[in-house]
């Protein structure tokens, strides 16, 4: 499924160097949605890369595209998919579908028990995530790890979700439950 072109896998040591290009264009893309985010540090994502939790994409020619990374909340019995971000002149080449497929099989390969969630206000994200099992729940079937929802104060939308005593806000979430087949 991959494009001759990109080349989209887990991230090493030496993908550390595009953690600052990553979070700007996080950032960049969410004020030009007009949405909101939860600010990620390029310390915490040069983490992610270290750990071995992310999924990162590239050009043949080591031109950054594409990247998502995982979180395990709970003591791993939840783990979100986060920061799925797509450079913009990549757009529209399907390499968001690559990356988030890639970033599944690695929480299930690292969490196999656990649930998988993400909360989004992209259309296109709900439609991936749809497409690997995930459903719409409420904010309550998700991680209740205080951690977790400390990341969403930096979002223009947390007056919203504390407002509404972290039940819900502008974000639909969504989760994968491993066991709900067995």
Same mark, same amino acid.
């Given at each position: 499924?991959?494009?001759?072109?990109?080349?989209?896998?887990?991230?090493?040591?030496?993908? *550390?160097? @595009?953690?600052?290009?990553?979070?700007?264009?996080?950032?960049?893309? *969410?004020?030009?949605? &007009?949405?909101?985010?939860?600010?990620?540090?390029?310390?915490?994502?040069?983490?992610?890369?270290?750990?071995?939790?992310?999924? =990162?994409? #590239?050009?043949?020619? %080591?031109?950054? *595209?594409?990247?998502?990374?995982?979180?395990?909340?709970?003591?791993?019995? #939840?783990?979100?998919?986060?920061?799925?971000?797509?450079?913009?002149?990549?757009?529209?080449?399907? =390499?968001?579908?690559? =990356?988030?497929?890639? =970033?599944?099989?690695?929480?299930?390969?690292?969490?196999?028990?656990?649930?998988? @969630?993400?909360?989004?206000? &992209?259309?296109?994200?709900?439609?991936?995530?749809?497409?690997? &099992?995930?459903?719409?729940?409420?904010?309550?079937?998700?991680?209740?790890?205080?951690? @977790?929802?400390?990341?969403?104060?930096?979002?223009?939308?947390?007056?919203?979700?504390?407002?509404? %005593?972290?039940?819900?806000?502008?974000?639909?979430?969504?989760?994968?439950?491993?066991?709900?087949? *067995?």
């Amino acid at each position: 499924m991959e494009s001759p072109d990109i080349v989209v896998r887990i991230a090493t040591a030496e993908d *550390a160097e @595009f953690a600052l290009p990553i979070v700007a264009e996080m950032e960049a893309s *969410a004020k030009a949605r &007009g949405t909101g985010i939860s600010k990620r540090s390029p310390g915490a994502i040069r983490e992610k890369i270290l750990q071995g939790k992310a999924v =990162i994409a #590239f050009t043949q020619q %080591g031109i950054w *595209a594409g990247f998502s990374y995982i979180e395990a909340w709970g003591q791993g019995k #939840f783990v979100s998919n986060s920061g799925l971000i797509v450079a913009p002149s990549f757009r529209g080449l399907g =390499i968001a579908a690559i =990356i988030k497929q890639k =970033i599944f099989e690695l929480s299930r390969l690292l969490y196999p028990a656990a649930k998988i @969630f993400g909360i989004t206000t &992209g259309l296109a994200v709900m439609k991936l995530n749809s497409r690997l &099992g995930f459903e719409p729940v409420t904010y309550g079937e998700i991680t209740q790890d205080a951690r @977790f929802w400390e990341g969403c104060k930096s979002c223009i939308n947390y007056p919203i979700l504390t407002a509404k %005593g972290h039940k819900n806000c502008l974000c639909t979430a969504m989760l994968f439950d491993p066991g709900k087949d *067995a």
